[in-house]
């Protein structure tokens, strides 16, 4: 069982439809998705919790793969408000979303290991080759940041892929300790920076794992779609998502993930007409 953690809104679900559609149509072994979610209307009134309705319909695709494949919600609104409520980081570069992985180590029955994603990924191959790394002397795996590992240190890695050895986390409070730090201080990219700077063991892995730069590569395994920085035709960041196919085909000319995509627009027109 690969067991992947992600968070997020009532608004990521057009990225986790087409995230797991691309996961499980190459994975063989079964996927166990969990969805970190909490209402948040109190900062921003679209901060409402990924629904039941979305959670369901999301089991109905997963499923129509592999009958063992399931996705579930957690609901962490009340831990995120003891933890991080009010604080000097919940307005930070990112959604407040961000910071809920930090509560891993508080929430009873979550597996040993575990694959952490942001909503903004898709699989281009069977991603057990990453979960079964061995990272049993390490607390976490992970790919270095693009643009942080030139201008903050060689070694800074970018969160939005997080293979987790959660025993080894708990036995070093890497977690405990990231949320202190966002307790203390305002840090520029918050949850990453946190996990970054409280790091006793770390194993880096290929870009492929994690590939920030490239859309059409083969031996890609995971493609993020993160905020890039383009040069031409004159300096500028472009913060395309997947689901914006046809600015994916236009301007990142990309076509790698055409049959995840094709079919994530037919799942996503049926559940339009049932919401």
């Not at 076509?255 to 027109?269: M, S």
């Amino acid at each position: 069982m690969i067991n992947i953690l992600f968070s997020g809104n009532k608004k990521v679900f057009d990225g986790a439809l087409s995230q797991l559609i691309s996961i499980t149509n190459k994975t063989i072994e079964p996927v166990n998705s969990i969805i970190l979610t909490m209402d948040l209307t109190r900062v921003n009134k679209e901060f409402i919790q990924i629904t039941d309705k979305q959670i369901a319909f999301l089991n109905k695709v997963v499923k129509s793969k592999n009958e063992k494949n399931q996705v579930n919600k957690i609901d962490v609104t009340k831990l995120y408000e003891k933890e991080f409520g009010g604080g000097k980081n919940e307005s930070a570069y990112c959604t407040p979303y961000t910071l809920l992985r930090l509560l891993a180590d508080l929430l009873p029955n979550m597996p040993d290991k575990l694959l952490y994603l942001d909503i903004d990924m898709l699989a281009q191959k069977d991603i057990s080759t990453l979960y079964n790394i061995d990272i049993s002397n390490y607390e976490y795996a992970a790919v270095k940041e693009k643009y942080g590992s030139k201008i903050i240190k060689r070694d800074y890695i970018n969160a939005g892929m997080l293979l987790l050895n959660m025993k080894k986390i708990k036995e070093t409070k890497l977690l405990e300790k990231a949320r202190n730090m966002l307790k203390e201080r305002k840090l520029l990219f918050a949850d990453q920076d946190a996990i970054y700077w409280n790091t006793t063991s770390k194993l880096i892995l290929p870009r492929i794992y994690n590939e920030q730069r490239k859309f059409n590569c083969k031996d890609t395994v995971i493609c993020h779609f993160a905020k890039r920085l383009w040069l031409i035709p004159y300096p500028h960041t472009e913060n395309i998502k997947q689901w914006q196919i046809e600015k994916l085909h236009d301007i990142y000319k990309c076509h790698a993930f055409d049959k995840d995509l094709e079919e994530y627009i037919e799942w996503r027109e049926s559940f339009n007409e049932t919401d």
